[in-house]
């Protein structure tokens, strides 16, 4: 049945995001921190366990995949809801950092990815 | 007359499905035909979302009536919904290889857009302290400079132009990722959580990976969706505390 691998996939989220708001009240600040990121962990770790078991066979998977595959989609539409126009209009300064402060990070990227190759082939 | 408008205002998710659906099907005839697969359909699906977008207003095309539903298509509910869903199939050793670089990209990531976003907004005359923290917090994402600007009681036209340093930021990351991915080396799951957390921007990461790799998403979105919070409890204390020390 698809919708159980749904339910796992909305266990997983719902978990995620509760662990988050906790965490948001523990350091005392207003909102999520990494609820997302922790649901996506838990779907990692439970999805692979269940599997191994056979809980859950290759359709309800299927549930799982239908909304990954609804990603980019939710990302279109998710582009086409944003203040554009807000962004354009907020002048020179907003222009520049946003622009130059984007660019250093992307400069830092295959920096950081010798690093991590570096520490990966020592150990 | 007015049989059209209701139909859609009483189907508006329905109606969203379609909008999306077409946008996706000119995209890729454009990436194939007039860009000869230079540009993944993806990409131009999504730079054409923000061309759209545009021509709204502050919820970009989903303050038209017709297409109220991309709002919530595009929410944060759906959106973090299907991220999570992205993760089936991220495999725990690849993540596990990353290790210790990945969390050192999350600080390194939120300093460099702090302290430079900052100084640049110094250097372009906003020279209280309030100010510069707050531009240099919207260099991280658009969530951060309002959060971090309401956090040390800055003006609100500096919160504005917070938010649209964040939002500048998205549009570049969607628009600049897939194309400059091969230079930089973005094409396995170690790099993409690197990027995932020395960008930051949850939206443009995701956006950007998908129009780059599919595969790569759940590995850039993971790190990502850390920076927002982290970056929310930094920069109005540590970051701010750092700053104190040279204005």
Partial sequence: MKIYGVAVLSACFIAGQ?????????????????????????????????????????EAETGIHFWSGMYIPVVIAMSATQNVKAALSGGWVALVVGVFATLLCFLLIPLLSKLQKKTDSSL | MDLIPKLFAKNELIIAFLVVGLIMFISVLVSKHLLR??????????????????????????????????????????????????????????????????????????????????????????????????????????IVGPVTGAALGASSDIIAISIAIGVIKTVVVTILTPLIAKRIGLDNPQTAMIYGGLIGTTSGVAAGLAATDPKLVPYGALTATFYTGLACMLCPSLCYFILSLFI
């Fill in chain 1, 18 to 58: 509760l662990i988050g708001e906790a965490l948001g009240i523990l350091f005392h600040f207003d909102g999520n921190i990494g609820g997302v990121g922790f649901g996506m962990l838990l779907l990692i770790v439970l999805g692979d366990w269940i599997k191994k078991k056979k809980w859950l066979d290759a």
């Fill in chain 2, 37 to 142: 697969n230079r540009i993944p359909g993806a990409a131009v699906a999504i730079t054409m979302g923000l061309i759209l977008a545009y021509f709204g207003g502050k919820k970009g095309i989903a303050d038209m009536p017709l297409f109220a539903g991309m709002a919530f298509l595009g929410g944060s509910m759906m959106r973090d919904f299907s991220i999570v869903s992205t993760a089936m199939g991220a495999s725990l050793s690849e993540i596990k290889k990353t290790g210790w670089v990945g969390i050192l990209s999350l600080f390194i990531g939120i300093a460099v857009a702090f302290f430079l976003g900052g100084s640049i907004g110094y250097f372009m005359g906003y020279t209280d302290i309030k100010s510069v923290a707050t531009i240099g917090a919207g260099a991280c994402t658009f």
